[in-house]
T-cell receptor, first 110, second 116 residues
Framework: GENVEQHPSTLSVQEGDSAVIKCTYS??????FPWYKQELGKRPQLIID?????GEKKDQRIAVTLNKTAKHFSLHITETQPEDSAVYFCAATPQGKLIFGQGTTLQVKP | GAVVSQHPSWVICKSGTSVKIECRSL??????MFWYRQFPKQSLMLMATSNEGSKATYEQGVEKDKFLINHASLTLSTLTVTSAHPEDSSFYICSAKVRGPNTEAFFGQGTRLTVV
């Protein structure tokens, strides 16, 4: 089955710095890659997604890149703020499923 | 975004009893629903994928007779934990989406199940 690997598991940055989270997937049938943010005790919320016909997508301070050949995709957050602190999950969508990576706990220090 | 409502938010039950969790899409027709289990500080582990009108597809290692999933309508899916045991205690969360491979999935608020 699909295996989604996410790194790093924890990431601590200073406010204003950039944060990068990387994921790899195994099933080439995946063609939709969402990223979710989950704050403590809350439900996951979609922050950005990318489809396989696109290599990069940007939404204000958040960007995602996709390399289908290498089967990896990354989340980039620029000018980080304390409110960006949360757990971030990448996901892949093989065979109609939604499979998540292990998650990255991002801490932005003021 | 669309709203997915999950009920109850938390439940405590005795060992050996069954518990039903409901997941409703309030403002869209959810042709596909996912059920996840999330342990503290861990990822969302997919338990099963449910398409309206069809039997759920369970992930490897998930007992379909223990975790009964019903998706009888386009707005409601239920997960029943049968003969619950303390090791079933966890956070269960559902997600719903419309038909199509590249559409956003919306999450319920989750259910904290404690089996005593």
């Amino acid at each position: 089955g699909e295996n989604v690997e996410q790194h790093p598991s924890t990431l601590s940055v200073q406010e204003g710095d950039s944060a990068v989270i990387k994921c790899t997937y195994s099933d080439s049938a995946s063609n939709y890659f969402p990223w979710y943010k989950q704050e403590l005790g809350k439900r996951p919320q979609l922050i950005i997604d990318i489809r396989s016909n696109v290599g990069e997508k940007k939404d204000q301070r958040i960007a995602v890149t996709l390399n289908k050949t290498a089967k990896h995709f990354s989340l980039h957050i620029t000018e980080t703020q304390p409110e960006d602190s949360a757990v971030y999950f990448c996901a892949a969508t093989p065979q109609g499923k939604l499979i998540f990576g292990q998650g990255t706990t991002l801490q932005v220090k003021p | 975004g669309a709203v997915v409502s999950q009920h109850p938010s938390w439940v405590i039950c005795k060992s050996g009893t069954s518990v039903k969790i409901e997941c409703r899409s309030l403002d869209f027709q959810a042709t596909t629903m996912f059920w996840y289990r999330q342990f503290p500080k861990q990822s969302l582990m997919l338990m099963a994928t449910s398409n309206e009108g069809s039997k759920a597809t369970y992930e490897q290692g998930v007992e379909k007779d223990k975790f009964l999933i019903n998706h009888a309508s386009l707005t409601l899916s239920t997960l029943t934990v049968t003969s619950a045991h303390p090791e079933d205690s966890s956070f269960y969360i559902c997600s719903a989406k419309v038909r199509g491979p590249n559409t956003e999935a919306f999450f319920g608020q989750g259910t904290r199940l404690t089996v005593v």
